[in-house]
Nanobody, 131 residues
Framework: QVQLVESGGGLVQAGGSLRLSCAAS????????MGWFRQVPGKEREFVAA????????YYADSVKGRFTISRDNAKNTIFLQANSLKPEDTAVYYC????????????????????????WGQGTQVTVSS
């Protein structure tokens, strides 16, 4: 069982930055691919970024590539999403999620970007970008 708690959301002007954090419980945190998704009311949950268990591979949605950076600190059971050059269209509730990743199994973009493969989810943190 993994419990996830996001923090770091808030209100920021367009062009500004935020750093989201997701703290995980459990001693097996380093066994999980971790992802960030976002959702606005009335729309489906959207993939933002993901990072494999060891941090060696990262994946991004085209809409955030070059502006957002995902990272993890396995010693602190935490992942981060550094969001720069924020735009009003980045406004959403941001969720972190965990997908168990067996050792020696490589992850493809199609898998890490699909919310259906993630077993655990946080409660979300609101990000609002004003124009």
């Amino acid at each position: 069982q993994v419990q996830l708690v996001e923090s770091g959301g808030g209100l920021v002007q367009a062009g500004g930055s935020l750093r989201l954090s997701c703290a995980a419980s459990g001693r097996t945190f380093s066994s999980y691919t971790m992802g960030w998704f976002r959702q606005v009311p009335g729309k489906e949950r959207e993939f933002v970024a993901a990072i494999t268990r060891g941090g060696g591979n990262t994946y991004y949605a085209d809409s955030v590539k070059g502006r957002f950076t995902i990272s993890r600190d396995n010693a602190k059971n935490t992942i981060f999403l550094q969001a720069n050059s924020l735009k009003p269209e980045d406004t959403a509730v941001y969720y972190c999620a965990a997908d168990f990743e067996p050792m020696g199994v490589s992850r493809r973009f199609e898998r890490v970007s699909s919310s259906s493969y993630y077993d655990y989810w946080g409660q979300g943190t609101q990000v609002t970008v004003s124009s």
